[in-house]
């Protein structure tokens, strides 16, 4: 005789919904199961081991010689524009803050500090990079040079100099980093084309659009012409 609400009765083989699960059924569903089941990779649950187990032991003191720093401020000496410099600091801080905040050297300009438009450009080795992605302790041996540190004697650099006869500039805010970056190709290509000025400023991001500018600058630097 059909049920009077119209329902069916349940077949052998169906599993009762997770809500009626038996408490017993339930326990057995472990964390490391259900990730798997929701999709983790191989690689996934095996870190999730590996975080498992290295939370599970004390941490024990290094016993290789490596030195383990942090997190309070710990003694640094850094190698900038020619100088060397002593500064406490955590070793969280990135060159950038180092430079700006223990050092006084404000030319160096923090922008949208994730390391999108290039206003924080150093010198590492008179490699570009972005300060403000580059721990002050990852600097420790390497020459750090600041636009502060490209005159010299109270003298502009030649790249400093055409930026204001070209009016290269407009905010400021990318200035240094913009000259850092053109100096930097300066450097290691004396004559370059317009293509390799926008090359080498690919990574630097002028919001008020002085590209034009600044490429001529770079250009009456170098001897060339625009569109070369």
Known sequence: ???????????????PEPSTLPDSARSGITRRGFLKGAGLTAAGTALLDGVQAFSSETAAPATNGVTELGP????????VNGAEHTVEIEPRTTLAEALRINLGMTGTKVVCDRGVCSGCTVWLDKMPVNSCMTLAID??????????GLSSEDRMHPLQAAFVKHDAMQCGFCTPGMVMSCAA?????????????RHAVSGNLCRCGTYPKIFA????VAGTTRNA
């Not at 309070?72 to 190698?79: E, N, Q």
């Not at 190709?185 to 000025?197: F, K, T």
């Not at 600058?217 to 009456?220: I, K, Y």
């Open 1 to 15: 005789m059909p049920d009077p609400k119209g329902s069916h009765p349940q077949a052998p083989d169906e599993q």
């Open 72 to 79: 309070g401020p710990v003694p640094v000496r850094l190698h």
């Open 139 to 148: 600097a420790v041996g390497h020459h750090v040079t600041t636009i502060e």
């Open 185 to 197: 190709l300066l450097e290691r290509n004396p004559h370059p084309s317009e293509h390799d000025i």
């Open 217 to 220: 600058a770079t250009m009456d």
